[in-house]
């Protein structure tokens, strides 16, 4: 099956796997694309993603990989996992120029993936339809808690003066792109805003209060650790080393 593929094509660029593509692919591929990262096949070394080649140009040229499942413009958040034009155009013209390998002395160092973000670890509140907050909220971010494969949602808020401020918007959900999703700037949300949800999702959000809760994220927060155990909540207190 990689017979057709290999020394076919001529090479005419001067990207290659070694230097530039494996960087790429390791920082916004990878952690899909390797055994137990969800994505059907790996993409770790150069025997793995170049019978992909050209599937992989147009997938990003499409914009369908990496994928995403806020729609863009309707919130603002961190780490967008789509790729700029730049490293769309790198990979592109790798392709076009044949998917040379390059020297394997210019590979970088196997790719180590980071523990889930901390946001996983933030108090979580638990919003629905129609909810009106009785207390400001301070959201760091938004997650969904479940939502259907393929199903859609949107949710929003209405603020205690009319306004209108976007929190997701998710046409087609993909559970394998799910992640919390950490907003751009830490939305602030009003006692007497109301929340508005459309579809049929558990959303939750990330809130900016109280002590992380360990590890898993989901379990309930533990009392904090010996040092900050000393706050008595007045101005300072604990502070000292
Ligand atoms: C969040 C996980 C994730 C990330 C990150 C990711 N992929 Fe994927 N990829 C998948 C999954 C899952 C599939 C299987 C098809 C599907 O479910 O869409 C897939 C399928 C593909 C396919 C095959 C498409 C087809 O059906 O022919 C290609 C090519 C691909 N990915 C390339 C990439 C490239 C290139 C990147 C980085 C720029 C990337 N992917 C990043 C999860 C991911």
């Not at 180590?112 to 971010?141: C, E, M, N, W, Y």
């Not at 949107?154 to 603020?159: K, V, Y």
Request: with cysteine; aromatic share 6%; proline share 11%.
């Amino acid at each position: 099956m990689l017979g057709p593929l290999w020394g076919h094509d001529i090479v005419t660029t001067k990207i290659t796997w070694a230097r530039e593509i494996s960087r790429l692919v390791n920082q916004r591929c990878a952690s899909c694309h390797r055994p137990g990262g969800g994505a059907p096949f790996a993409l770790l070394t150069y025997e793995q993603a170049r019978p992909w080649a050209r599937s992989m140009a147009e997938e990003v040229l499409e914009r369908r990989m990496p994928p995403w499942n806020p729609v863009k413009g309707f919130g603002e958040f961190k780490h967008e996992a789509g790729l700029n034009q730049e490293e769309i155009s790198l990979l592109a013209d790798w392709v076009e120029g044949g998917a040379p390998r390059g020297k394997d002395r210019y590979l970088p160092p196997a790719p180590v993936f980071p523990a889930p973000p901390a946001l996983l670890s933030r108090p979580r509140l638990a919003i629905t339809d129609q909810q009106l907050l009785a207390q400001t909220v301070t959201a760091r971010g938004i997650a969904v808690v479940r939502l259907r494969e393929g199903a859609s949602v949107s949710a929003w808020a209405e603020l205690p003066d009319g306004a209108a401020e976007p929190l997701l918007e998710i046409a087609a959900f993909r559970q394998v792109a799910n992640q919390p999703l950490e907003f751009l700037r830490p939305l602030r949300l009003p006692a007497g805003t109301r929340l508005h949800i459309s579809g049929t999702a558990a959303l939750a959000l990330i809130s900016s209060g109280g002590p992380p809760a360990r590890q898993s994220g989901l379990s309930a927060p533990r009392p904090p650790a010996a040092p900050a155990a000393k706050h008595d909540g007045r101005p300072g207190a604990g502070r000292s080393r």
